[in-house]
């Protein structure tokens, strides 16, 4: 090939020539090396980033139609195994690394599986909010997963006496930490589930996961699959409460509520009861107030109908008739006492003039009354009576008579 070129070259031939060398012997290469001066160009979304050991560096570029395809976004420090291509930039006859793919190593690896798993339940649609299940404003029961020792349980326990002391708490201790931390999660909650179902435990409104701060190692079985699914398909409200507020794990996003620390979720799912006494004092008086307006409003109501003319009416009616019943009743009076008054003076008018035809009047006066003897079967009776003789031919010869005088009686015979 030294041959072939002329002894006289320009710079961009010789960058060409280079650039064929390079690109025709290396066509693929796997470095690894840590990550530094990393920049994303603004416009195009290219990344530019350097590729360091101990003793060396390369340059390297990752296009945007390649970084797309990354389910994470690289940073100075990272420990990385790439895959890509050795090219050179004739413009500055710098050569390169063209990077195809990005493999994080070490802690690096753990993010790696960290964002391929979230993004494989967030395509699957475990982390949507339709999914969540609302918390109970006002829980009884609390199931409390997480370590038996150290100062998580506590600092809830400390903090919901404080604020909520009706809650009730129920421990189910399990390792937080190490290869089985993750099956021991999974089986508490499958057992809580299971506890309830069979009336051995009360109805749990909230199971609450919770373990403190640690490295990305230390909370790495909140990353697991089978306990992201657990978590999914558990009917019980269920809260994430793992690490400090910067930590986040696959839990917390599968979980139906994430706190950002165990103390911050005692302090979510738990009312102050401060507050709620404080609210119903408030709500005691405002229907105090309430209902004493109400009666007010009704009292003066009352009273308007009281003094209003319809209301009235029926009485003024009802008044009439009695009045005019009592008018009734006086004329009743009258007419009864006029009547017995005509009837006493009409009895006094003939009871007088009885008396002056009566025949004791008339014998005071000298008159005598003459009456004879009358035979029964003269008259077909069966009695005997004596008969008042009106005329002097009503008597016969020897007859015999009684004369009745006022003051006595005399016998007599005619002659």
């Not at 021991?184 to 109805?203: G, N, R």
């Not at 950002?260 to 005692?266: I, L, V």
Request: proline share 4%.
């Amino acid at each position: 090939m030294r041959e072939e070129l002329p002894q006289i070259l320009t710079v961009s031939e010789l960058n060409s020539y280079i650039k064929v060398l390079i690109e025709e012997n290396f066509k693929f290469v796997h470095l690894i090396g840590e990550i530094s001066n990393f920049k994303i160009h603004t416009q195009s979304g290219h990344y530019y980033f350097t590729i360091k050991d101990e003793s060396s560096q390369i340059n390297a570029v990752m296009w945007k139609t390649r970084n797309q395809q990354l389910l994470f976004t690289p940073e100075d420090g990272m420990q990385v195994v790439v895959k890509g291509r050795v090219t050179v930039y004739p413009a500055r006859g710098n050569y390169q690394v063209e990077v195809w793919e990005i493999k994080p190593q070490g802690a690096g690896e753990l993010q790696f599986r960290f964002e391929q798993l979230k993004q494989k339940l967030f395509d699957e649609g475990l982390f949507d909010e339709e999914h969540k299940k609302p918390m109970p404003k006002y829980p009884e029961n609390v199931v409390m997963i997480t370590s038996k020792t150290g100062a998580v349980l506590q600092d809830f326990i400390n903090i919901t006496k404080r604020r909520y002391p009706l809650l009730n708490i129920y421990l189910y201790p399990v390792s937080v930490q190490g290869v089985n931390a993750a099956s021991s999660i999974i089986d508490a909650v499958c057992d809580t589930v299971s506890l309830v179902k069979s009336k051995k435990l009360p109805e749990i409104d909230i199971i609450v996961i919770a373990r403190g701060g640690g490295s990305i190692e230390d909370l790495w079985p909140f990353n697991d699959e089978r306990l992201a699914r657990c978590i999914f398909e558990c009917k019980i409200p269920i809260v994430s409460a793992v690490g400090h507020e910067i930590d986040f794990t696959i839990c917390d996003f599968v979980a139906d509520l994430r706190a950002p620390t165990p103390s911050a979720a005692a302090e979510i799912i738990t009312p102050d009861i401060r507050e709620l006494i404080e609210n119903l004092d408030k709500f005691s008086y405002f229907c105090r107030s309430f209902v004493q307006t109400k009666l007010e409003g009704y009292k003066n109501s009352v009273r308007e109908i009281q003094g209003s003319y319809y209301f009235n009416r029926p009485k003024d009616l009802i008044n009439n008739f009695y009045q005019r019943l009592d008018d009734f009743s006086k004329g009743i009076i009258n007419i009864t006492n006029a009547r017995l008054n005509d009837y006493k003076s009409r009895v006094k008018y003939y009871k007088k003039t009885l008396h002056h035809v009566s025949p004791d009047n008339n014998l005071k006066k000298g008159y005598a009354i003459i009456k004879k003897k009358v035979d029964i079967d003269e008259m077909r009776l069966q009695f005997e009576f004596n008969k008042i003789v009106t005329r002097a031919s009503n008597l016969k010869k020897d007859e015999e008579v009684e004369i009745k005088f006022y003051d006595n009686k005399k016998s007599a015979k005619i002659i």
